[in-house]
């Protein structure tokens, strides 16, 4: 699917346009291990904590500045950070991003299983899709 306008996905859920294929990072990764990853592209807004596929925290460039030591579990820093299941309206995902300081949103089942990230293009204008692995 391409990048769809956020201002056009009425009838779309968040499965529909979210990134499907992201990696999360595991519960044993570190603050000093988060930033290195941070630091590897300026898009990387938001990381994703799970274990063995169930979501256990999200954090962003600010939970892991400098002043978090780096050998701290991540998990640890993590703070509460909204997320929203896939059957969801899509422009209720949108919103959630809009008001994250990520611009990004995990996407979590009922059950807790991480199924990937909302993201909104830099510009706010589209979500950031990547269709679902076939």
Do not use: K
């Not at 941070?38 to 904590?49: C, H, K, Q, T, W």
């Not at 050998?71 to 422009?91: I, K, N, Q, S």
């Not at 611009?103 to 589209?126: C, I, K, M, N, Y």
Request: net charge negative.
């Amino acid at each position: 699917m391409q990048n769809v306008r956020t201002d056009e996905a009425d009838d779309l859920t968040v499965a529909d346009v979210m990134h499907a294929d992201v990696a999360s990072m595991p519960s044993s990764a570190t603050v000093a291990e988060l930033r290195r990853w941070f630091a590897v592209s300026a898009s990387r807004r938001l990381a994703v904590i799970a274990d063995d596929g169930r979501y256990a925290g999200a954090v962003t460039p600010s939970d892991v500045g400098e002043g978090a030591a780096g050998d701290r579990p991540a998990v640890a820093v993590a703070r509460a950070h909204a997320t929203v299941a896939p059957e969801v309206a899509a422009v209720i995902g949108r919103d959630l991003a809009l008001a994250s300081e990520a611009r990004r949103v995990p996407v979590v089942d009922d059950e807790g299983h991480f199924h990937g990230v909302l993201a909104l293009t830099s510009d706010l204008q589209f979500f950031a899709c990547r269709p679902q692995p076939g």
